[in-house]
């Protein structure tokens, strides 16, 4: 019986890594070690930033946030979360996954919004960019840690590296897709008032396009948090290596503490990223406004859409 594979294959395998190994890795070899050194920089100094802080004033802070951006009882659920991953002892660990989390997104924020700006102003781009944004996200993260390997070494900066490459689509679809959702009529009018292209883009585009960039940024932020474990593949640290370590101990304890830090932290800023996109956010009063009102003796209180006392 006949069998293409007898007659004739393509030896691709052979092609890819003679251009890597051959070629890519000897001739660019220093430009990619350089690439890793902002990223090095800006995550070695969030680390040593989020591990400095005592655990009790970074919860009671990102509980305020929670609490001025969303309700209280994202801020209560934030608290009882932290506390919890304090209290099963993994705490070093995810604020090391949180510096390379907030690494990655920074990363990809400055390199997707930019692309997103330029694929919504010329179709051609946007085409031609498609398909490599395709490629990014259907093809499995497994397929390139060995080319970032060979390019970057073993580390975190290489982990981040692949956890951007994973997590940059989303934001810069979303930022295309919002931008080119402005109506035209409201272009039209900023131009007929004599704006330039960069006050229409910052003062128009940008402002009308912010949920839909947000979106992109907390999906870019889920895909980040979703690559931890497989970061740790090769070499990076976090949560993500303490269930990697317990998988390949068959530690079930160690790999649930793991889990349980990563799944926590990704719903706390999972709401938080999505109340900050929303159009209308929960109008919940603020600490100092709560702490005012236990020294307003006698003061009626008034309506804050009509201004009436409520009674």
């Known amino acids: 019986m006949w069998q293409p594979s007898d007659t004739f294959e393509i030896p691709l395998d052979t092609w890819v890594e003679s251009a890597i190994k051959g070629w ?11 690439i890793q050194v902002p990223i090095t920089v800006v995550l070695e100094g969030l680390d040593m930033a989020l591990q400095a802080i ?4 970074f919860a009671i802070a990102v509980a305020l946030v929670a609490w001025a951006v969303a309700s209280r009882g994202l801020a209560l659920f934030t608290l009882i979360s932290l506390a919890i991953v304090d209290l099963i002892g993994v705490w ?4 090391t996954t949180l510096a390379m989390i907030l690494t990655a997104v920074l990363f990809c924020a400055i390199v997707g919004v930019p692309l997103g700006i330029g694929a919504a102003r ?6 031609g960019l498609r398909p490599v944004l395709d490629i990014m996200q259907t093809i499995p993260p497994f397929v390139y840690l060995v080319p970032i390997v060979m390019l970057f070494g073993v580390g975190m900066a290489p982990g981040i590296i692949a956890t951007i490459i994973f997590a940059l689509p989303p934001i810069i679809r979303l930022t295309n897709l919002g931008i080119r959702s402005v109506p035209e009529d409201l272009i039209e009018a900023a131009f007929a008032f004599g704006s330039s292209p960069r006050q229409v883009l910052w003062e128009v585009q940008l402002p009308l396009a912010l949920r839909t960039i947000m979106a992109g940024l907390n999906q870019t932020l889920m895909l980040a948090l979703s690559m931890a474990v497989i970061a740790a593949l090769i070499g990076a640290g976090g949560l993500g290596l303490t269930v990697y370590t317990g998988l390949g101990r068959l530690d079930v304890g160690a790999a649930t503490e793991g889990g349980l830090g990563i799944v926590l ?3 706390i800023l999972d709401r938080i990223t999505q109340a900050l996109g ?20 006698g003061t009626p209180a008034t309506s804050p859409e009509t201004g009436r006392r409520v009674s």
């Open 278 to 297: 929303s159009d209308s956010p929960t109008k919940t009063p603020g600490f100092l406004e709560t702490l005012k009102s236990f020294f307003r003796f």
């Open 54 to 57: 005592p655990m009790p004033v």
């Open 122 to 127: 010329r179709d051609g781009f946007e085409k």
């Open 265 to 267: 932290l990704a719903m």
């Open 24 to 34: 890519l890795v000897p001739n660019f070899r220093d430009v990619f070690q350089a």
């Open 92 to 95: 070093t660990q995810t604020m």
